[in-house]
């Protein structure tokens, strides 16, 4: 992320209403279409200001991420029943919450950003992924501790196979995760080997 150059300082003012206009042209017309100049002009600022502080696009959207500006909340992991249980309403939740018409374009828009400059990628990763991906690798943690899965599971390629399933499903097909949900989790949990008996999750 460009650092501010020397000269006039930043008005906060100017700089929260540029985050904040790419935020809603994000959400409107998507990273493709997106420019500084519409930016500058949807803010109210002169191209020239938005161009001292920030030399691309993504650079903007970037410390939006950052500030909480451009950003979204995803479902918390569920820590409530047996593991089985608790895997199939977090990934529902997830898949509603990222779905949500609120959410919908701005996370769809993000995901372009993303594919298209590596710093937006790394602030999305860091602020909206990971914390998701520790809380479930946590949980999943607690669910070996208990004697619900094996002890010797990969939880990290367990957590990847989650939550790539369902992030995959709602990039692909934008539809309800709900009935993927459950099956996913029954999958993972029970196996997929012919002449197998499914293994017993509830305690």
């Not at 700089?15 to 279409?33: H, P, Y």
């Not at 500006?69 to 249980?85: E, L, P, Q, R």
């Not at 898949?95 to 594919?115: F, I």
Request: net charge negative; proline share 4%; with cysteine.
């Amino acid at each position: 992320m460009e650092k501010t150059p020397r000269g006039r300082p930043r008005s906060e003012v100017n700089r929260v209403a540029i985050l904040n206009a790419a935020r809603d042209l994000l959400v409107e017309i998507g990273w493709d279409a997106l420019s500084i100049e519409q930016i500058a002009v949807r803010a109210g600022v002169s191209k020239q200001t938005a161009y001292r502080w920030w030399r691309t696009k993504g650079d903007i959207v970037a410390e939006g991420i950052v500030e909480g500006n451009i950003s979204f909340v995803m479902a918390s992991v569920v820590d409530a029943s047996d593991i089985g249980t608790d895997l199939k309403s977090t990934l529902s939740a997830l898949s509603t919450s990222l779905t949500a018409p609120g959410v919908d374009p701005l996370r769809r828009a993000l995901t372009a950003a993303a594919a298209a400059n590596e710093e937006v990628a790394i602030r999305q990763r860091d602020l909206l992924v990971t914390p998701l991906r520790d809380q479930l690798e946590q949980r999943l943690a607690r669910a070996v501790a208990a004697g619900e899965l094996r002890p010797d599971i990969d939880l990290d390629t367990m957590v990847d196979t989650l939550l790539g399933a369902v992030f995959h499903r709602i990039t692909n097909i934008h539809g309800p995760g709900s009935d993927m949900s459950d099956s996913l989790v029954d999958l993972i949990l029970h196996g997929a080997a012919a002449g197998t008996a499914p293994v017993q999750i509830c305690r």
